[in-house]
């Protein structure tokens, strides 16, 4: 389809490409918790990493990511990481396997006479010389994972041993749907050797929505522009047909959007997203999605009662569609956003109380939390920290799983026009911009901040930032380019801002030239 027909939903590029662009990778809190441990291992030399998932959970596009993030220099002192893709693992056998691996990484001296116990010598030799002498990390990234051979993955175990006294000398990080399991099984003393293990779930209603409008934030052609191409029953339907599975997501959306350009639509709701489910052309997706369709209907009609009973669709979907994952968090900020328009009532927003929950890590402190979403750490704020944790009894000695609220200590109000700020990643969750802002800290990246803000219109949100402040558009957009070039895709300009924006980050408002708290 040309752009011209993307135009006229304002949009530069397609949304839901079944690409595996990583610009368009979702940072739910698994995701975003995977890729973080996956970058960190590869970086630190742990050896085997695994990622397992149903079919559409987005293996393969945080396999994308993963090979982005590490290809990014973070320090002039940094080993260089040479990263491998092998994206069929479906070898005859395992010398077949090793001849497939040792050409990727660049054995020189193969031939076709070599047997199994040579090319492991002509592999362990390749990698020494990269990882030695050379200073490289070198990572073999498996997709489709699931298609190993048992024998293929005692190929793999046998590669750990090449370690020196600090070190592998290769990492591995496997991404694999769940049949891989069953082989594993038969190799204990592989599994028992797997550094990480992550599996990855279908996103829950709130973090389906938030995929779909982070994708069409990336496509759309200007951040001024406006709108939500999906009503938030439109949303609601994209969910319950789709059940949070990433690829469905973006098959059904890539339909709809399709179908609001020949229809001249431009916003999709719950009828509109319904009748694309049942057009798909696969005569199986069709039979399921009927099914879906009807009970749609009667969820619909169950919802109605509700808003009838001025219960409200919003306390709805969150009780009863936010389904619970291992990574998230629970406490966060719930979305509210429906109530309005399906309550039919003027709602006057509310400030929230608490700025959402962050779970402590290893090695994490109070302190260095504080700093990155308060820039105060004042013995003021500490203890307003503290005032709303009375679990916590120790500042100094934190328990790693520990959940610490964290309150919306508002600092001030900002001028909107008083310069430009630049995010790096933004609208996430209190988790997953903790997570962003100490990986992009501990891989070499400083002067970079979380920085929460509110308004009336927007509600609650949470970006990662420069600090400094641009007071020309040219010198913030060159900021955003040079990001750009350094495979930080989420970075712009922030957008969103109007006089009655609150901040909760000290500087951003001190910096603004307006004393705190006017």
């Not at 077949?96 to 990727?104: C, G, P, Q, T």
């Not at 939500?228 to 599975?245: E, H, I, K, N, R």
């Not at 890590?361 to 700093?371: A, G, I, P």
Request: aromatic share 8%.
């Amino acid at each position: 389809m040309g752009m011209d027909y993307f135009n006229l939903l304002h949009l530069k590029k397609e949304p839901f490409s079944n690409s595996p662009e990583p610009e368009f990778l979702f940072s739910s809190p698994q995701h975003a918790r995977c890729l973080q441990m996956l970058e960190l291992a590869v970086r630190l030399r742990r050896g085997i990493n695994l990622v397992i998932g149903d079919v559409g959970t987005g293996k393969t596009t945080l396999c994308r990511k993963l090979i982005q993030n590490l290809s990014v220099e973070t320090s002039s002192g940094a080993e260089e990481i040479e990263t491998h893709l092998l994206l069929d693992p479906s070898a005859r056998d395992a010398l077949d396997f090793l001849r497939v691996v040792a050409s990727i990484i660049g054995v020189r001296d193969m031939t076709d006479k070599d047997d199994a116990w040579h090319l492991k010598e002509k592999i362990k030799a390749c990698l020494f010389r990269k990882g030695v002498d050379e200073g490289k990390i070198v990572t073999l990234i498996i997709d489709e994972g699931q298609k190993l051979q048992s024998e293929c993955l005692e190929v793999l175990r046998e590669f750990l041993n090449y370690e020196t006294n600090h070190f592998k000398l290769l990492q591995i990080v496997i991404f694999a749907q769940r049949e891989i399991e069953n082989t594993l099984r038969e190799h204990h003393n592989l599994l028992d050797r797997v550094n990480s293990l992550h599996r990855l779930k279908p996103l829950n209603f709130r973090q389906t929505a938030a995929m779909i409008r982070h994708r069409i934030r990336v496509a759309r052609e200007s951040d001024l522009v406006q709108g939500d191409l999906f009503s938030l029953w439109g949303l609601l339907a994209v969910y319950w047909l789709t059940q949070g599975y990433p690829r469905r997501i973006v098959s059904l959306c890539h339909s709809v959007v399709v179908k609001m350009i020949i229809r001249a639509e431009n916003r999709a709701g719950f009828f509109f997203v319904a009748r694309c489910a049942g057009e798909d052309g696969n005569p199986a997706n069709r039979a399921i999605r009927r099914v879906a369709v009807a009970a749609l209907v009667v969820l619909v009609a169950g919802i109605s009662m509700f808003v009838i009973l001025d219960r409200g669709v919003a306390g709805y979907i969150r009780d009863n569609l936010s389904q619970p994952q291992e990574s998230e968090i629970a406490g966060e900020p719930a979305m509210t956003e429906a109530s309005d328009e399906f309550n039919g009532k003027d709602v006057a927003p509310v400030m929230p109380s608490s700025l959402g929950v962050v779970r402590f890590e290893k090695n994490m402190t109070l302190w260095s939390l504080v700093e990155a979403f308060y820039g105060d750490t004042s013995e003021e704020t500490i203890r307003s920290v503290l005032a709303v944790n009375p679990l916590i009894k120790n500042r100094d000695r934190i328990d790693e799983g520990s959940a610490v609220v964290l309150p919306a200590a508002a600092a001030g109000i900002r001028p909107a026009k008083n310069g430009y700020l630049v995010s790096l990643a933004g609208s996430l969750e209190p988790q997953t911009a903790w997570e962003t802002y100490w990986r992009l800290k501990t891989t070499g990246r400083d002067g970079v901040s979380i920085l929460s803000l509110w308004s009336p219109k927007a509600g609650l949100r949470h970006e990662v930032i420069l600090k400094d402040e641009f007071h020309s558009l040219d010198s913030a957009l060159q900021a955003v380019s040079a990001l750009n070039a350094q495979g930080i895709a989420g970075a712009r300009l922030l957008d969103g801002l109007d006089e009655r924006t609150v901040y909760f980050y000290s500087a951003a408002v001190s910096n603004s030239g307006r004393p705190e708290g006017q």
